[in-house]
């Protein structure tokens, strides 16, 4: 079983922490994903612009990252998805959703990353959105 841990490091929203862990245990079910630990940490456009120029040498701030923790050599898998508040809000009112559920879409992307899928062509981005909007759905966002 998963341990899901959530952190938020940002003040501009209340997360709905008990929707945002049912939806990524159901992708963790479905997926089959095997993760000893899961970290979903909430952070500021800042703060996510010093982890994508740190680890991927992006000199911006992104929505979502995700980062598979572990090694070869290590029994327990640990991985951890970061989150900008600040893009979720911004891209909320770009697609006209509620930030809560632009959440949602971050997270269910992350975990899906975290399950090998991509999003470099636009087959594949269609195919995360699908699979993204059937999660939210499932988890009552």
């Known amino acids: 079983m998963t341990e899901i841990n959530i952190a938020n490091f940002s003040k501009k929203v209340k ?8 939806l990524a245990k159901s ?10 630990t899961l970290n979903i940490i909430f952070v500021d456009d800042k703060t996510i612009h ?5 680890f991927l040498n992006h000199d911006y701030p992104t929505d979502v990252i995700s980062f598979d923790l572990s090694d070869d050599f290590d ?8 989150i900008s508040v600040d893009r979720a809000i ?17 997270v269910a992307h992350g975990l899906l990353h ?6 470099s062509t636009k087959s594949e981005k269609l195919k995360m959105r699908r699979k993204e909007s059937y999660y939210i759905k499932m988890a009552g966002f």
């Open 50 to 54: 010093e982890i994508n120029k740190k």
């Open 90 to 106: 911004e891209q909320a009112k770009v697609y006209k959703v509620t930030t809560e559920n632009e959440i949602a879409r971050l």
């Open 75 to 82: 029994d327990e898998k640990i991985s951890e998805i970061y």
């Open 15 to 22: 997360l709905p922490k008990s929707k945002i862990l049912k």
């Open 114 to 119: 975290l399950a090998g899928y991509n999003d």
């Open 27 to 36: 992708i963790i079910n479905e997926e089959k994903l095997n993760f000893s």
